[in-house]
């Protein structure tokens, strides 16, 4: 699987979007990106996956640029409740492939009141 | 919650000791995982079970590790002889080719091996 490279930590207000970066230059056409976050003593947390266009669910945003080397994490109006440890994750999904997840250090989200 | 159900969720034992851990994925899921988190540390890949049959072990599962799906539903994952280094939050996940492979994680194990 592709590596993936994100600021170590970030900062935002409450109330505003919360836009985190991931390069993944090396990526395959076959992979995936997928974000996951972990709040303190919990599991990971799914948020969002794509493979090239741009997703939107109830949690997120996930714009992913047209080279598809690098994404972004868009949480609209982030509150407290998200502070957390944000994985961006590169992997092939589907088929006969099992697809383990390796993740990196990933950001440190702090939402400030 | 995930759907996924790890019991139980804290295990405090001593150096030496054996200790079992369970997991209970979503129901329809055939894939299942499972990953260790040390302090500090993103999770790392242990082992992965498609149905019943163990498919993958990483070179971090040793000897003293064994982890089994007996009838593809729920999974053990057992450690011999616990030593001060395997304390760590031991999470499994599960996922489904339906769901594009998307894995859900349960809460974790948390092990503390005194």
């Known amino acids: 699987d592709a590596k993936t490279t994100q600021p170590t930590s970030m900062d935002c207000a409450e109330g505003r979007a919360a836009n985190l970066p991931c390069n993944h230059s090396t990526i395959s056409g076959n992979e995936y990106v997928y974000w996951y976050r972990q709040i303190h003593s919990q599991g990971p947390q799914y948020i969002i996956h794509g493979l090239k266009n741009n997703e939107t669910n109830e949690m997120a945003s996930l714009i992913i640029t047209e080279d598809r080397k690098s994404s972004n994490l868009i949480l609209p109006h982030a509150t407290l409740r998200v502070s957390a440890v944000y994985y961006c994750?590169?992997?092939?999904?589907?088929?006969?492939?099992?697809?383990?997840?390796?993740f990196g250090q990933g950001t440190i989200l702090t939402v400030h009141p | 919650d995930t759907g996924v159900s790890q019991d139980p969720r804290h295990k405090i034992t001593k150096r030496g000791q054996n200790v079992t851990f369970r997991c209970d994925p979503i129901?329809?899921?055939?894939?299942l995982y499972w990953y260790r988190q040390t302090l500090g540390q993103g999770p790392e890949f242990l082992t992965y079970f498609q149905n019943e049959a163990q498919l993958e072990k990483s070179r971090l599962l040793s000897d003293r590790f064994s982890a089994e799906r007996p009838k593809g539903s729920f999974s053990t994952l057992e450690i011999q002889r616990t030593e001060q280094g395997d304390s760590a939050m031991y999470l499994c996940a599960s996922s489904s080719l339906a769901a594009q492979e998307t894995q859900y994680f349960g809460p974790g194990t948390r092990l503390l091996v005194l």
């Open positions: 994750i590169v992997r092939v999904a589907g088929g006969t492939s099992y697809g383990k997840l390796t």
């Open positions: 129901s329809e899921h055939n894939r």
